[in-house]
Protein backbone atom coordinates (compact mmCIF):
# COMPACT_ATOMS: atom_id res chain seq x y z
CA UNK A 1 0.00 0.00 0.00
CA UNK A 2 2.63 2.32 0.89
CA UNK A 3 4.31 1.66 -2.53
CA UNK A 4 1.44 3.18 -4.05
CA UNK A 5 1.36 6.24 -2.25
CA UNK A 6 2.28 9.87 -4.03
CA UNK A 7 4.26 10.96 -1.50
CA UNK A 8 3.82 14.42 -0.53
CA UNK A 9 7.23 15.41 1.46
CA UNK A 10 9.32 16.75 -1.52
CA UNK A 11 6.81 19.22 -2.34
CA UNK A 12 6.10 20.30 0.50
CA UNK A 13 10.13 20.57 1.99
CA UNK A 14 10.61 22.66 -0.99
CA UNK A 15 7.68 25.34 -0.11
CA UNK A 16 8.95 25.55 3.91
CA UNK A 17 12.64 26.37 2.71
CA UNK A 18 11.43 29.37 0.89
CA UNK A 19 10.15 31.07 4.27
CA UNK A 20 12.87 32.36 6.34
CA UNK A 21 13.15 31.30 10.76
CA UNK A 22 16.48 31.98 11.65
CA UNK A 23 16.10 31.84 15.08
CA UNK A 24 18.22 34.69 16.99
CA UNK A 25 20.08 34.11 20.38
CA UNK A 26 20.40 37.25 21.27
CA UNK A 27 16.89 38.13 21.43
CA UNK A 28 14.91 37.79 24.38
CA UNK A 29 11.51 37.23 23.45
CA UNK A 30 10.09 33.95 22.70
CA UNK A 31 9.89 32.62 20.07
CA UNK A 32 13.34 35.17 19.42
CA UNK A 33 12.06 35.54 16.18
CA UNK A 34 8.47 36.52 15.00
CA UNK A 35 9.51 35.28 11.73
CA UNK A 36 9.17 31.75 12.95
CA UNK A 37 5.29 31.79 13.28
CA UNK A 38 5.31 31.93 9.85
CA UNK A 39 5.98 28.79 8.64
CA UNK A 40 4.66 27.46 12.09
CA UNK A 41 1.37 29.14 11.20
CA UNK A 42 1.31 27.37 7.70
CA UNK A 43 1.68 24.56 9.44
CA UNK A 44 -1.07 24.78 11.98
CA UNK A 45 -3.04 25.41 8.65
CA UNK A 46 -2.42 22.80 6.51
CA UNK A 47 -2.76 20.32 9.55
CA UNK A 48 -6.31 21.26 9.70
CA UNK A 49 -7.31 21.15 6.33
CA UNK A 50 -5.35 17.78 6.17
CA UNK A 51 -8.26 16.88 8.65
CA UNK A 52 -6.88 17.17 11.85
CA UNK A 53 -9.37 19.18 14.29
CA UNK A 54 -7.10 20.65 16.92
CA UNK A 55 -4.44 21.59 15.52
CA UNK A 56 -3.33 24.88 16.14
CA UNK A 57 -0.31 27.23 17.18
CA UNK A 58 0.18 28.88 20.50
CA UNK A 59 1.48 31.95 21.87
CA UNK A 60 4.69 30.73 22.14
CA UNK A 61 4.94 29.25 18.68
CA UNK A 62 4.64 25.59 19.14
CA UNK A 63 2.14 23.91 16.61
CA UNK A 64 0.19 21.16 18.73
CA UNK A 65 -2.07 18.40 17.15
CA UNK A 66 -3.51 14.75 17.47
CA UNK A 67 -3.84 12.09 15.58
CA UNK A 68 -6.61 9.80 16.76
CA UNK A 69 -6.18 6.24 17.01
CA UNK A 70 -7.49 3.89 14.63
CA UNK A 71 -7.37 1.02 17.48
CA UNK A 72 -9.15 -0.41 20.18
CA UNK A 73 -6.09 -1.38 21.47
CA UNK A 74 -4.58 0.13 24.59
CA UNK A 75 -1.24 2.18 22.61
CA UNK A 76 1.14 4.62 24.40
CA UNK A 77 0.66 7.94 22.95
CA UNK A 78 3.44 8.93 20.44
CA UNK A 79 4.99 12.34 19.72
CA UNK A 80 6.63 12.98 16.35
CA UNK A 81 8.76 16.09 17.14
CA UNK A 82 10.52 18.58 14.67
CA UNK A 83 12.09 22.38 14.45
CA UNK A 84 10.84 24.92 12.36
CA UNK A 85 13.98 27.48 13.46
CA UNK A 86 16.78 27.42 11.01
CA UNK A 87 20.63 27.68 12.49
CA UNK A 88 21.79 31.86 13.20
CA UNK A 89 25.38 30.32 11.41
CA UNK A 90 24.21 30.93 7.94
CA UNK A 91 21.79 33.18 6.21
CA UNK A 92 18.28 31.23 6.09
CA UNK A 93 16.42 34.17 3.58
CA UNK A 94 15.50 34.42 0.55
CA UNK A 95 16.39 30.17 -0.20
CA UNK A 96 16.42 29.10 -3.61
CA UNK A 97 16.22 25.19 -3.19
CA UNK A 98 17.31 23.78 -6.71
CA UNK A 99 16.14 19.52 -7.14
CA UNK A 100 19.28 18.14 -9.02
CA UNK A 101 17.66 14.86 -10.49
CA UNK A 102 18.62 11.68 -11.14
CA UNK A 103 22.31 12.98 -9.42
CA UNK A 104 25.38 11.39 -11.13
CA UNK A 105 27.88 11.39 -8.50
CA UNK A 106 29.69 14.57 -9.44
CA UNK A 107 30.72 17.51 -7.79
CA UNK A 108 27.85 20.02 -7.58
CA UNK A 109 28.16 23.40 -8.48
CA UNK A 110 25.86 25.77 -6.78
CA UNK A 111 25.10 28.37 -9.17
CA UNK A 112 24.59 31.73 -7.43
CA UNK A 113 27.77 31.38 -6.08
CA UNK A 114 29.80 28.87 -7.80
CA UNK A 115 32.86 29.01 -5.34
CA UNK A 116 30.53 26.86 -3.58
CA UNK A 117 31.10 23.02 -4.60
CA UNK A 118 29.59 20.50 -2.74
CA UNK A 119 32.33 17.99 -3.63
CA UNK A 120 32.06 14.25 -3.40
CA UNK A 121 35.46 14.16 -1.48
CA UNK A 122 34.24 16.24 1.46
CA UNK A 123 30.46 14.71 1.30
CA UNK A 124 31.22 10.76 0.70
CA UNK A 125 27.73 10.06 1.74
CA UNK A 126 26.44 11.72 -2.20
CA UNK A 127 28.00 8.86 -3.40
CA UNK A 128 25.63 6.78 -2.02
CA UNK A 129 23.10 8.56 -3.08
CA UNK A 130 23.75 8.21 -6.82
CA UNK A 131 20.49 8.11 -8.91
CA UNK A 132 18.38 9.79 -6.27
CA UNK A 133 17.00 13.56 -6.50
CA UNK A 134 19.59 15.63 -4.81
CA UNK A 135 18.23 19.07 -3.15
CA UNK A 136 20.95 21.95 -2.63
CA UNK A 137 19.91 25.83 -2.29
CA UNK A 138 21.74 27.93 -5.03
CA UNK A 139 25.10 28.78 -2.71
CA UNK A 140 24.04 31.76 -1.35
CA UNK A 141 22.15 30.28 1.81
CA UNK A 142 21.94 27.09 3.83
CA UNK A 143 19.25 24.85 2.13
CA UNK A 144 17.31 24.66 5.76
CA UNK A 145 16.73 20.90 5.50
CA UNK A 146 17.89 21.17 9.30
CA UNK A 147 14.92 20.28 10.48
CA UNK A 148 12.22 21.28 7.36
CA UNK A 149 13.13 18.05 5.95
CA UNK A 150 11.64 16.46 9.74
CA UNK A 151 8.64 19.15 9.31
CA UNK A 152 7.97 17.91 5.66
CA UNK A 153 7.99 14.16 6.52
CA UNK A 154 5.93 14.59 10.03
CA UNK A 155 3.27 16.26 7.59
CA UNK A 156 3.40 13.57 4.71
CA UNK A 157 3.03 10.86 7.84
CA UNK A 158 -0.07 12.72 8.83
CA UNK A 159 -1.43 12.96 6.04
CA UNK A 160 -1.20 9.05 4.98
CA UNK A 161 -2.48 8.43 8.71
CA UNK A 162 -5.92 10.44 7.81
CA UNK A 163 -6.26 8.96 4.18
CA UNK A 164 -5.71 5.63 5.07
CA UNK A 165 -7.94 5.15 8.37
CA UNK A 166 -7.45 1.09 8.11
CA UNK A 167 -3.91 1.84 9.08
CA UNK A 168 -4.11 0.52 12.65
CA UNK A 169 -2.15 2.66 14.83
CA UNK A 170 -2.94 4.37 18.64
CA UNK A 171 -3.07 8.02 19.10
CA UNK A 172 -0.49 10.08 17.65
CA UNK A 173 0.96 14.00 18.84
CA UNK A 174 2.51 16.22 16.83
CA UNK A 175 4.90 18.89 18.16
CA UNK A 176 6.66 21.41 15.85
CA UNK A 177 9.22 23.83 18.12
CA UNK A 178 10.74 26.77 17.70
CA UNK A 179 14.14 28.26 18.56
CA UNK A 180 16.09 24.59 18.85
CA UNK A 181 18.93 25.74 17.10
CA UNK A 182 19.59 28.13 19.83
CA UNK A 183 19.02 25.94 22.44
CA UNK A 184 15.58 26.79 24.01
CA UNK A 185 13.38 24.57 21.90
CA UNK A 186 10.85 22.98 24.69
CA UNK A 187 11.48 25.90 26.73
CA UNK A 188 7.86 26.70 26.85
CA UNK A 189 6.53 23.49 25.93
CA UNK A 190 3.10 21.81 27.70
CA UNK A 191 3.87 18.32 28.06
CA UNK A 192 0.48 17.81 29.32
CA UNK A 193 -1.25 19.67 26.85
CA UNK A 194 0.94 17.44 25.07
CA UNK A 195 0.27 14.11 26.21
CA UNK A 196 2.31 11.91 25.07
CA UNK A 197 3.96 8.08 26.81
CA UNK A 198 6.79 8.61 23.97
CA UNK A 199 8.37 10.70 21.30
CA UNK A 200 10.78 11.10 18.52
CA UNK A 201 12.49 14.00 16.89
CA UNK A 202 12.59 13.69 13.32
CA UNK A 203 16.22 15.35 12.73
CA UNK A 204 18.94 13.08 11.79
CA UNK A 205 20.96 12.42 8.50
CA UNK A 206 22.08 9.56 7.10
CA UNK A 207 19.92 6.81 6.00
CA UNK A 208 18.87 4.04 8.52
CA UNK A 209 20.53 5.79 11.19
CA UNK A 210 19.29 5.63 14.75
CA UNK A 211 20.04 8.29 17.43
CA UNK A 212 20.22 7.19 21.19
CA UNK A 213 22.73 9.17 22.77
CA UNK A 214 23.86 12.57 22.38
CA UNK A 215 26.52 14.78 24.35
CA UNK A 216 25.56 16.43 27.84
CA UNK A 217 26.16 19.71 27.67
CA UNK A 218 27.56 22.76 30.01
CA UNK A 219 27.99 26.11 29.18
CA UNK A 220 30.32 28.16 30.77
CA UNK A 221 31.62 31.71 31.14
CA UNK A 222 34.90 32.56 32.21
CA UNK A 223 35.31 37.08 33.09
CA UNK A 224 38.83 38.38 33.31
CA UNK A 225 39.00 41.62 35.27
CA UNK A 226 41.68 44.41 34.49
CA UNK A 227 42.45 47.48 36.22
CA UNK A 228 42.16 50.81 33.81
CA UNK A 229 44.57 53.56 33.70
CA UNK A 230 44.98 56.43 31.06
CA UNK A 231 47.36 55.18 28.95
CA UNK A 232 49.93 58.13 28.50
CA UNK A 233 50.41 57.47 32.20
CA UNK A 234 49.68 53.57 32.37
CA UNK A 235 53.38 52.04 33.65
CA UNK A 236 52.66 50.22 36.74
CA UNK A 237 49.32 50.86 36.71
CA UNK A 238 47.44 49.28 34.06
CA UNK A 239 45.99 45.46 33.39
CA UNK A 240 44.62 44.85 30.16
CA UNK A 241 41.85 42.45 30.58
CA UNK A 242 42.11 41.31 26.80
CA UNK A 243 45.62 40.64 27.13
CA UNK A 244 44.23 38.46 29.74
CA UNK A 245 41.75 36.62 28.14
CA UNK A 246 43.79 36.58 25.03
CA UNK A 247 46.57 34.80 27.16
CA UNK A 248 43.85 32.33 28.67
CA UNK A 249 42.97 31.39 24.60
CA UNK A 250 46.56 30.65 23.69
CA UNK A 251 46.75 28.23 26.87
CA UNK A 252 44.31 25.84 24.87
CA UNK A 253 46.02 22.74 23.44
CA UNK A 254 46.40 22.83 19.95
CA UNK A 255 46.30 19.52 19.24
CA UNK A 256 43.40 18.56 21.51
CA UNK A 257 40.47 19.22 23.63
CA UNK A 258 38.86 21.26 20.73
CA UNK A 259 35.55 20.03 18.29
CA UNK A 260 38.31 20.63 15.74
CA UNK A 261 40.82 17.68 17.11
CA UNK A 262 38.15 15.47 18.25
CA UNK A 263 35.50 13.10 16.68
CA UNK A 264 33.53 9.69 17.90
CA UNK A 265 33.77 10.01 21.96
CA UNK A 266 35.76 12.47 22.44
CA UNK A 267 34.71 15.44 24.57
CA UNK A 268 36.30 19.41 24.02
CA UNK A 269 35.45 23.02 25.21
CA UNK A 270 34.54 25.55 22.87
CA UNK A 271 35.10 29.33 22.66
CA UNK A 272 32.07 30.24 21.10
CA UNK A 273 31.75 34.27 21.79
CA UNK A 274 34.00 36.48 23.60
CA UNK A 275 33.67 40.83 24.22
CA UNK A 276 35.69 43.57 26.47
CA UNK A 277 37.22 46.27 27.55
CA UNK A 278 40.63 47.08 29.64
CA UNK A 279 39.05 45.99 32.75
CA UNK A 280 36.47 43.07 31.98
CA UNK A 281 36.60 40.73 29.03
CA UNK A 282 34.39 37.61 28.94
CA UNK A 283 35.25 34.41 27.28
CA UNK A 284 31.96 31.80 26.55
CA UNK A 285 32.37 28.33 26.27
CA UNK A 286 30.43 24.93 25.22
CA UNK A 287 31.99 22.29 26.94
CA UNK A 288 30.73 18.99 25.82
CA UNK A 289 30.98 14.97 26.44
CA UNK A 290 29.02 12.26 26.17
CA UNK A 291 29.99 10.97 29.99
CA UNK A 292 28.35 13.87 31.98
CA UNK A 293 30.98 13.34 34.86
CA UNK A 294 33.41 14.02 32.93
CA UNK A 295 32.04 17.64 32.13
CA UNK A 296 33.22 18.63 35.31
CA UNK A 297 37.12 17.36 34.45
CA UNK A 298 36.69 19.63 31.55
CA UNK A 299 35.84 22.63 33.43
CA UNK A 300 38.14 22.09 35.99
CA UNK A 301 41.35 21.94 33.55
CA UNK A 302 39.76 24.88 31.90
CA UNK A 303 39.90 26.79 35.24
CA UNK A 304 43.56 25.86 35.45
CA UNK A 305 44.25 27.72 32.40
CA UNK A 306 42.30 30.68 33.20
CA UNK A 307 44.51 30.57 36.87
CA UNK A 308 47.68 30.32 34.84
CA UNK A 309 46.99 33.11 32.45
CA UNK A 310 45.77 35.59 36.06
CA UNK A 311 48.86 34.55 37.19
CA UNK A 312 50.94 36.08 34.19
CA UNK A 313 49.55 39.66 35.06
CA UNK A 314 49.75 41.10 38.59
CA UNK A 315 46.50 42.42 39.74
CA UNK A 316 44.44 40.78 37.01
CA UNK A 317 41.62 38.40 38.38
CA UNK A 318 38.58 36.34 36.78
CA UNK A 319 35.71 34.22 38.02
CA UNK A 320 34.48 31.17 36.34
CA UNK A 321 30.69 30.23 36.14
CA UNK A 322 28.93 26.71 34.66
CA UNK A 323 25.57 25.95 33.77
CA UNK A 324 23.66 23.25 32.65
CA UNK A 325 22.30 23.18 29.11
CA UNK A 326 21.36 19.00 28.49
CA UNK A 327 22.14 15.93 29.08
CA UNK A 328 22.83 12.45 27.54
CA UNK A 329 19.16 11.15 26.62
CA UNK A 330 20.96 7.96 26.71
CA UNK A 331 20.47 7.87 30.27
CA UNK A 332 16.97 7.88 30.36
CA UNK A 333 16.38 5.91 26.96
CA UNK A 334 17.85 2.48 28.05
CA UNK A 335 15.54 1.89 30.86
CA UNK A 336 12.82 2.06 27.53
CA UNK A 337 14.27 -0.42 25.21
CA UNK A 338 11.51 -0.92 23.26
CA UNK A 339 11.63 2.37 22.00
CA UNK A 340 14.62 1.39 19.99
CA UNK A 341 13.49 -2.18 18.97
CA UNK A 342 10.20 -0.70 17.49
CA UNK A 343 12.57 1.26 15.23
CA UNK A 344 14.77 -1.07 13.91
CA UNK A 345 11.52 -3.43 13.37
CA UNK A 346 9.95 -0.88 11.19
CA UNK A 347 12.93 0.23 9.15
CA UNK A 348 13.29 -3.99 8.34
CA UNK A 349 9.84 -3.62 7.15
CA UNK A 350 11.02 -0.42 4.71
CA UNK A 351 14.37 -2.00 3.63
CA UNK A 352 16.28 0.25 5.20
CA UNK A 353 19.34 -0.79 7.40
CA UNK A 354 19.38 0.29 10.99
CA UNK A 355 22.20 1.84 12.27
CA UNK A 356 22.49 3.03 15.78
CA UNK A 357 24.24 6.74 15.94
CA UNK A 358 25.64 8.78 18.59
CA UNK A 359 25.16 12.62 18.08
CA UNK A 360 27.83 14.91 18.94
CA UNK A 361 25.45 17.79 19.62
CA UNK A 362 21.90 17.77 21.51
CA UNK A 363 18.33 17.89 20.33
CA UNK A 364 14.76 19.04 21.62
CA UNK A 365 14.79 15.00 22.62
CA UNK A 366 17.66 15.35 25.23
CA UNK A 367 16.15 18.01 27.08
CA UNK A 368 12.32 16.16 26.25
CA UNK A 369 14.25 12.95 27.91
CA UNK A 370 15.03 14.15 31.24
CA UNK A 371 11.69 16.12 31.18
CA UNK A 372 9.51 12.61 31.19
CA UNK A 373 9.07 12.01 27.98
CA UNK A 374 12.03 9.75 26.45
CA UNK A 375 12.53 10.99 23.00
CA UNK A 376 15.43 9.61 20.50
CA UNK A 377 16.12 10.85 17.20
CA UNK A 378 15.31 9.06 13.74
CA UNK A 379 16.81 10.06 10.52
CA UNK A 380 15.51 12.36 7.72
CA UNK A 381 18.45 12.34 5.36
CA UNK A 382 19.73 15.77 5.95
CA UNK A 383 23.46 16.40 5.15
CA UNK A 384 25.95 19.38 5.81
CA UNK A 385 23.90 21.62 7.79
CA UNK A 386 23.92 25.08 9.33
CA UNK A 387 26.05 25.45 5.60
CA UNK A 388 25.43 26.53 2.41
CA UNK A 389 26.61 23.09 1.34
CA UNK A 390 23.75 21.58 2.47
CA UNK A 391 21.74 19.06 0.93
CA UNK A 392 19.42 16.07 0.56
CA UNK A 393 18.03 13.23 -1.34
CA UNK A 394 14.19 12.98 -2.09
CA UNK A 395 14.11 9.61 -1.79
CA UNK A 396 15.79 9.61 1.78
CA UNK A 397 12.83 11.68 3.18
CA UNK A 398 10.27 9.13 1.34
CA UNK A 399 12.08 6.58 3.46
CA UNK A 400 11.76 8.41 6.25
CA UNK A 401 8.07 8.79 6.20
CA UNK A 402 7.45 4.88 5.38
CA UNK A 403 9.50 4.13 8.35
CA UNK A 404 7.29 6.48 10.57
CA UNK A 405 3.89 4.64 8.82
CA UNK A 406 5.33 1.07 9.66
CA UNK A 407 6.45 2.21 13.25
CA UNK A 408 3.48 3.41 14.32
CA UNK A 409 1.93 -0.19 12.90
CA UNK A 410 4.35 -1.84 15.01
CA UNK A 411 3.22 0.15 18.39
CA UNK A 412 0.38 -0.89 17.58
CA UNK A 413 0.65 -4.78 17.21
CA UNK A 414 3.09 -5.02 20.45
CA UNK A 415 0.74 -3.28 22.56
Known amino acids: MISDYDFSVADRFLKYVT ?6 PHSSAFPSTEKQKDLS ?10 GIADAHLDEYGYVY ?19 VDTSPDCSGANVKPIVHSNYDGKDIVLPDDPAQVISVRHHSYLKKRIGDDIITASGTTLLGADDKAGVAIIMDLANYLVTHP ?13 DEEIGRGVDKVNLQKLGADFGYTLDGGKRGTYTDETFSANGVTVTFY ?31 FSPETTDDREGFVHPVQMEGTVEKATVHFIIRDFDTGTLKLHEKRLEQFAKQATGRYDGSSYTFESKEQYRNMKDVLKDHPQIGEYVKEAMNRSDVTFRLDSARGGTDGSRL ?3 GLPCPDIFTGEMAFHGKHEYISVQDMRKSVEVLINLVQVWEERS
Open 19 to 24: IDTQSD
Open 41 to 50: GLLAEELQQI
Open 65 to 83: ATIPATTGKQVPVICFCSH
Open 166 to 178: EVKHGTIKILFTP
Open 226 to 256: GVSAHPGYAKGKLVNAMKVAGTFLDLLPKDS
Open 369 to 371: SFM
